[in-house]
């Protein structure tokens, strides 16, 4: 199984900040990787997939890259609504398996 | 517009089954993959099963392999989940999505517990 190892767990930052997350996958995955939002009580929201495309409506501070092993999803300026819980995603192979999630809270 | 509606869901003793159901609308159906991915309480997410655009396809987690069943009826646009001799460790919130996860369904908590 490959494995999805996110990084940070948790972070606490400020409104306006620019905020980076990491996903490194135990061998490379193309760019079969998908980026999702969680808040409290919800279902998961995609914001991006094929490592680097926005899905539709999604807010254009969100952004990701990478290829192979290492993924990164970037907020640009971090919004009050953007405080959640953040998730990767490989498609590549089966089992499709998560990252353990990035816990965003407000400094 | 998409809308995933899952449905199913309860409380169910150690070794019982349900049956959970995904209806969908705003999208050609036949044309995509499906999954089911769940959520035990305060944990992270974990993928469980992918049922091919057919039919033809399935896939599934090791750690409900032989105890689930997915399937589909393309004539309906509905996805099913047959759950059968159920964990404790089952206990979650069950969604459905579309090909990678573009779209999840609201969720449905099945209760595993005597």
């Known amino acids: 199984d490959i494995q999805m190892t996110q990084s940070p767990s948790s972070l606490s930052a400020s409104v306006g900040d620019r905020v980076t997350i990491t996903c490194r996958a135990s061998?490379?995955?193309?760019?079969?990787l998908g980026w999702y939002q969680q808040k409290p009580g919800k279902a998961p929201k995609c914001l991006i997939y094929a490592a680097s495309s926005l899905q539709s409506g999604v807010p254009s501070r969100f952004s990701g890259s990478g290829s192979g092993t290492e993924f990164t999803l970037t907020i640009s300026s971090l919004q009050p609504e953007d405080f959640a819980t953040y998730y990767c995603l490989q498609f590549n192979s089966y089992p499709w398996t998560f990252g353990h999630g990035t816990k965003v809270e407000i400094k | 517009q998409v809308q995933l509606v899952d449905s199913g869901g309860g409380l169910v003793e150690p070794g019982g089954s349900l049956r959970l159901s995904c209806a969908a609308s705003g999208f050609t159906f036949s044309d995509h993959s499906m999954s089911w991915i769940r959520q035990a309480p305060g944990k992270g997410l974990e993928w469980i099963s992918l049922i091919s655009s057919s039919g033809s396809h399935t896939y599934y987690a090791d750690s409900v392999k032989g105890r689930f069943t997915i399937s589909r009826d393309n004539a309906k646009g509905s996805l099913s989940l047959r759950m059968n001799n159920l964990r404790v460790e089952d206990t979650a919130v069950y969604y459905c999505a579309r090909g990678w996860a573009a779209n999840w369904g609201q969720g449905t908590l099945v209760t595993v517990s005597s």
């Open positions: 061998q490379g995955i193309r760019n079969d």
